[in-house]
């Protein structure tokens, strides 16, 4: 059981990124390397407001905004400045590393003795009402954000500005043609998928409790393998949406971590892991495209 908690409080902390990932890699198609600064910088402005005082529920809505100030400026860099879309997010991601520790102040932050979104006064005495459902606290605020947001943004890819999101992706010659500037479109885009990846980031920050400068490496792939294993592996299945199915994707892909790490692998060996997982996804999902195709 123990087992269980932990890989759905990892999946779906990551699971917000991954609906981040899933507006810039399936609907810009846009290789955003931002992700790798921009998750670690959620998690070091949640940590140091949180040491300051801040509520920590305020740090959500203010990561947030802070995160779509990040996806504003890869957005510029890309459309303003014509640099390509994948040197635009490695300059940002680099960028954001010394930033990360200029807020910090230091490479390693901790903040154990804090009140976090999960471990306060009024959700301890909801949860220890009812006898055995605090070993669930976690699970379920995680869950109660996680479906806020999806469907927050269900809503979003419904209005116009949502629409000319998704066809921008599809076909930016056609946005053109109605009359609507669509290096606009992608910075919005950008915006909204970095804002989701530092709100991620800040509710990272509270369930770990703490900072560390090299957080944010491989969080790109960690995205990716969880966009890839939702949309392909359970895209097909109607009675599941597209963000429904990536939220489920990051879940997946934390359980086939653990998995792992539980057959006998060292937990050093994560970014292996990571790596030779992703290259498996990859391989399946290139397979039976090709079947799909023949």
């Given at each position: 059981?123990?087992?269980?908690?932990?890989?759905?409080?990892?999946?779906?902390?990551?699971?917000?990124?991954?609906?981040?990932?899933?507006?810039?890699?399936?609907?810009?198609?846009?290789?955003?390397?931002?992700?790798?600064?921009?998750?670690?910088?959620?998690?070091?402005?949640?940590?140091?407001?949180?040491?300051?005082?801040?509520?920590?529920?305020?740090?959500?809505?203010?990561?947030?905004?802070?995160?779509?100030?990040?996806?504003?400026?890869?957005?510029?860099?890309?459309?303003?400045?014509?640099?390509?879309?994948?040197?635009?997010?490695?300059?940002m991601m680099t960028g954001l590393y010394s930033i990360n520790l200029r807020i910090a102040g230091k490479a390693n932050l901790p903040m154990y003795d804090y009140y976090t979104i999960f471990d306060n006064k009024s959700m301890n005495s909801l949860f220890?009402?009812?006898?055995?459902?605090?070993?669930?606290?976690?699970?379920?605020?995680?869950?109660?954000?996680?479906?806020?947001?999806?469907?927050?943004?269900?809503?979003?890819?419904?209005?116009?500005?949502?629409?000319?999101?998704?066809?921008?992706?599809?076909?930016?010659?056609?946005?053109?043609?109605?009359?609507?500037?669509?290096?606009?479109?992608?910075?919005?885009?950008?915006?909204?998928?970095?804002?989701?990846?530092?709100?991620?980031?800040?509710?990272?920050?509270?369930?770990?409790?703490?900072?560390?400068?090299?957080?944010?490496?491989?969080?790109?792939?960690?995205?990716?393998?969880?966009?890839?294993?939702?949309?392909?592996?359970?895209?097909?299945?109607?009675?599941?949406?597209?963000?429904?199915?990536?939220?489920?994707?990051?879940?997946?892909?934390?359980?086939?971590?653990?998995?792992?790490?539980?057959?006998?692998?060292?937990s050093t060996d994560l970014k292996l892991i990571t790596a030779v997982l992703f290259l498996v996804i990859l391989i399946i999902t290139r397979d039976r495209k090709r079947k799909v195709e023949a």
């Open positions: 059981m123990a087992l269980i908690v932990s890989v759905l409080e990892q999946g779906l902390c990551y699971a917000i990124m991954a609906l981040g990932m899933y507006i810039t890699y399936k609907i810009l198609d846009f290789p955003d390397m931002t992700v790798d600064g921009g998750f670690p910088f959620g998690i070091c402005l949640a940590v140091v407001m949180i040491r300051a005082g801040v509520a920590p529920i305020l740090t959500l809505p203010i990561c947030f905004a802070a995160g779509c100030i990040v996806g504003v400026c890869t957005g510029i860099i890309h459309v303003v400045f014509k640099v390509r879309d994948l040197l635009a997010g490695i300059i220890g009402a009812v006898p055995g459902l605090d070993k669930f606290q976690s699970v379920i605020i995680l869950l109660v954000i996680t479906i806020v947001v999806k469907l927050i943004l269900d809503w979003y890819l419904k209005t116009r500005s949502g629409l000319m999101l998704q066809a921008v992706g599809d076909n930016d010659v056609l946005v053109t043609s109605m009359g609507v500037d669509r290096g606009k479109v992608r910075i919005t885009g950008l915006a909204i998928a970095n804002g989701l990846v530092a709100l991620s980031g800040a509710i990272y920050a509270q369930q770990q409790r703490y900072f560390d400068v090299s957080m944010g490496t491989g969080t790109a792939v960690i995205g990716l393998a969880s966009v890839i294993i939702g949309t392909a592996l359970l895209g097909k299945l109607k009675f599941f949406n597209i963000t429904t199915s990536v939220v489920i994707g990051a879940i997946v892909y934390k359980a086939c971590v653990a998995i792992a790490i539980k057959c006998g692998l060292q």
